[in-house]
């Protein structure tokens, strides 16, 4: 029931891009995108919901492709304040309003 | 802008002491949540919580914790009786709950519950 994230880390130069995936064995009604930094709280980035919707905030989007039950996170041109490890949570289309989150995909930038 | 707060920041009891830990949602929302994250691992539900009453709870919740909102304010996460696995961040969130799939779960800071 957990979604499966991938990669587990990334490692990457300032500048370059990133992609996070985020699948589920079952249909999916949305997914939530997570931030978080070494002993923070999660920070919430975006929802995707069904339907193959894409979103976008500054260099960050995410897309929902329904037919796979998969969303990705691009992040492009990355920045420092881009490093953390980024949490998928998803929502069930049979499910209340509990998020099951995956391991998360940690991000690490380099200068 | 609004914010979850959360005390204490850290807390370190003995295994079988109860604990309390203690939330404040955003004042508007009416669904709050428990998270726990074991370090370096992640983050997992333990239970929701709208209009006076548990909506959802997962496995982890079991006997020895409950939820409570005491007060117009406040969300609290009693366990009862603390082993060294309870040992994690602890993560209250809460949302609008308006109903929508895009009800969006705001985090607050955590408490560091440490069970010696």
């Known amino acids: 029931q957990q979604p499966v994230q991938s990669p587990q880390a990334v490692i990457l130069r300032e500048g370059e891009d990133a992609v996070i995936n985020c699948s589920s064995s079952?249909?999916?009604?949305?997914v939530h995108w997570y931030r978080q930094k070494h002993g923070e709280a999660p920070v919430f980035l975006m929802i995707?919901?069904?339907g193959g919707e894409q979103k976008g905030h500054d260099k960050i989007s995410a897309s929902f492709n329904e037919k796979k039950q998969q969303s990705s996170l691009y992040l492009t041109a990355s920045q420092l304040s881009y490093s953390g490890t980024y949490f998928c949570?998803?929502?069930?289309?049979?499910?209340?309003?509990?998020?099951?989150w995956g391991a998360g995909t940690k991000l690490i930038i380099k200068p | 802008e609004p914010e979850v707060t959360q005390t204490p920041s850290h807390q370190v009891t003995q295994m079988g002491q109860e604990v309390i830990l203690r939330c404040v949602p955003i004042?508007?929302?009416?669904?709050f949540y428990w998270y726990r994250q074991i370090l370096g691992q992640k983050v997992e539900f333990l239970v929701s919580?709208?209009?006076?009453?548990?909506?959802?709870k997962s496995e982890i919740f079991d006997d020895q914790f409950s939820v409570e909102r005491p007060d117009g304010s406040n969300f609290t996460l009693k366990i009862r009786s603390t082993k060294l696995e309870d040992s994690a961040m602890y993560f209250c969130?809460?949302?609008?709950?308006?109903?929508?799939?895009?009800?969006?779960?705001?985090f607050g800071p955590g408490t560091r519950l440490t069970v010696l």
């Open positions: 949570g998803t929502r069930l289309m049979d499910s209340n309003y509990q998020l099951i």
């Open positions: 919580f709208y209009n006076n009453e548990i909506s959802e």
């Open positions: 995707l919901l069904k």
């Open positions: 004042s508007n929302h009416l669904y």
């Open positions: 969130a809460s949302s609008v709950g308006d109903g929508g799939f895009l009800d969006t779960q705001y």
């Open positions: 079952k249909a999916l009604y949305s």
